[in-house]
């Protein structure tokens, strides 16, 4: 009786070490998962982020541009 305790419990005790084992590579594979989804979650924001600071400005270099065609028309035009 004492040796059918004492294997079932060596098979018990290693049986929840191999558990625990592949638990804890699940948990490593789940946390670069989520740094990863963190990581593009993050350069998403700054992708965007980036593009709302430059379209103001791309709008201003446009307006600078169409006002100097203009200056330039009405310099012309007085020459004339």
Request: hydrophobic content about 40%; glycine content about 6%; charged content about 30%.
């Amino acid at each position: 009786m004492k040796k059918y305790f004492f294997y079932s419990a060596s098979l018990l005790v290693l049986l929840g070490g191999s558990l625990t084992a592949c638990s804890k590579h699940d948990r490593a594979a789940s946390e670069q998962e989520q740094a990863g989804r963190i990581e593009s979650v993050t350069d998403r924001i700054a992708h965007d982020a980036v593009e709302d600071i430059q379209r103001p400005i791309g709008k201003a270099r446009a307006l600078q541009g169409a006002a100097e065609a203009r200056l330039d028309s009405l310099e012309e035009a007085q020459d004339e």
